[in-house]
Every structure is written in structure tokens, then in C-alpha cells.
């Protein structure tokens, strides 16, 4: 992908890796609104998807050396805030605030209603006992554990690959999104 100036991501990511303060700026206006808007799309206040944008720019800056030339930015940073994203709705539903509550009022435009919020974890509950153990525990332990371990400790407990865990993950994820929708 081309930024503004016409700079591949392989370009930022060599220029980033070389201090040049350019091209951090270059990849944060690139990329700064593609990933505050994952965590809005799943509800977040403005100032949680703040919050979620900056850990995200942070991973990155600590991952930069270890990161391939060839990636592609856009999906490993939308990955990111994905996962924090829902790293954040699982500590707040713990903590009492409901990710449902969040998500009814925000997508469904209206209060928080308990039965609506307990008929919706009723129907991920079914949807994900349809989709098979092997994607069910992969689900659980990426956005349910509240230990949130890292993709290596996944691949380690599930007996995968580490390069495996992003690519099956969506797939179970259709898996999951083809049942719900039955």
C-alpha cells in the first residue's frame, strides 16, 4: 500500500527502523484513523478507541524490528487493535460495565435492556458450541481468557503453529459468523 508521499509500507517500515521521524508521521496519518475505527465499530467510546489506537502504535513501535519488510501494515495493525479491542470489552463486561450494554446502545441505538443483552450471549453461546471444539477453545483463548495470552502461548496449549493461530482464527471466525446467521 502507497501512502500520501507514494511510500510502500516496506519503505516506512526501512525508514522507521532508520529514526527517521518522517516517516513515523507518514505511518501514523496513514494508518492513525484505520485503526481508531476498529474499535469504534465494536462500540467503544472515543476515548476507550483512543486508548486502544495508542497501545496499538506502541506494540508496533516495540514490534517494529521484528516485523518482515513485506507486511502488510494495515491487517497487522487492524489485528492489533482487534484484539485489544476485544481485550477491553472482555475486562469491562468482568468488571460489571456489560459489553453488551456497550453494544446495544451504541449499535442498536437504544438503552441497555437485560434481556435483550441475555439473549444475545445466549446466541453466541449456541452459535459457538456449533462451530467445533478445535475453533471454539482457539476463540475462547484469543478474545475470552482472561489471562490474554499471546498467540505463542495459544499455539503452545492448542498444539498449532504460531503461524497458524492468525489464519485459522479467521477462519473460525466465518465459521462462527455462517452459524450465527442460520
Given at each position: 500500500?502507497?501512502?500520501?508521499?507514494?511510500?510502500?509500507?516496506?519503505?516506512?517500515?526501512?525508514?522507521?527502523?532508520?529514526?527517521?521521524?518522517?516517516?513515523?508521521?507518514?505511518?501514523?496519518k496513514k494508518?492513525?484513523?484505520?485503526?481508531?475505527?476498529?474499535?469504534?465499530?465494536?462500540?467503544?467510546?472515543?476515548?476507550?478507541?483512543?486508548?486502544?489506537?495508542?497501545?496499538?502504535?506502541?506494540?508496533?513501535?516495540?514490534?517494529?524490528?521484528?516485523?518482515?519488510?513485506?507486511?502488510?501494515?494495515?491487517?497487522?495493525?487492524?489485528?492489533?487493535?482487534?484484539r485489544h479491542?476485544?481485550?477491553?470489552?472482555?475486562?469491562?463486561?468482568?468488571?460489571?460495565?456489560?459489553?453488551?450494554?456497550?453494544?446495544?446502545?451504541?449499535?442498536?441505538?437504544?438503552?441497555?435492556?437485560?434481556?435483550?443483552?441475555?439473549?444475545?450471549?445466549?446466541?453466541?453461546?449456541?452459535?459457538?458450541?456449533?462451530?467445533?471444539?478445535?475453533?471454539?477453545?482457539?476463540?475462547?483463548?484469543?478474545?475470552?481468557?482472561?489471562?490474554?495470552?499471546?498467540?505463542?502461548?495459544?499455539?503452545?496449549?492448542?498444539?498449532?503453529?504460531?503461524?497458524?493461530?492468525?489464519?485459522?482464527?479467521?477462519?473460525?471466525?466465518?465459521?462462527?459468523?455462517?452459524?450465527?446467521?442460520?
Amino acid at each position: 500500500m502507497r501512502g500520501a508521499g507514494g511510500e510502500s509500507d516496506r519503505d516506512l517500515i526501512r525508514a522507521c527502523r532508520d529514526g527517521r521521524v518522517e516517516a513515523w508521521r507518514t505511518l501514523l496519518k496513514k494508518y492513525e484513523r484505520l485503526v481508531f475505527s476498529v474499535p469504534r465499530k465494536y462500540g467503544l467510546s472515543a476515548e476507550d478507541a483512543a486508548d486502544v489506537t495508542q497501545l496499538t502504535f506502541t506494540i508496533l513501535v516495540q514490534s517494529m524490528d521484528k516485523l518482515p519488510e513485506d507486511s502488510r501494515l494495515g491487517g497487522w495493525l487492524t489485528t492489533v487493535a482487534r484484539r485489544h479491542t476485544w481485550r477491553l470489552l472482555e475486562r469491562n463486561r468482568r468488571q460489571g460495565i456489560g459489553r453488551h450494554a456497550v453494544l446495544d446502545e451504541n449499535i442498536m441505538g437504544g438503552g441497555t435492556n437485560p434481556i435483550e443483552s441475555w439473549e444475545l450471549g445466549e446466541w453466541l453461546g449456541q452459535g459457538l458450541s456449533l462451530i467445533g471444539r478445535s475453533c471454539r477453545d482457539l476463540l475462547f483463548a484469543l478474545y475470552l481468557d482472561p489471562t490474554q495470552p499471546s498467540y505463542a502461548e495459544v499455539a503452545e496449549r492448542l498444539g498449532m503453529a504460531v503461524g497458524s493461530v492468525g489464519p485459522t482464527r479467521i477462519r473460525c471466525l466465518e465459521r462462527l459468523r455462517r452459524v450465527l446467521d442460520e
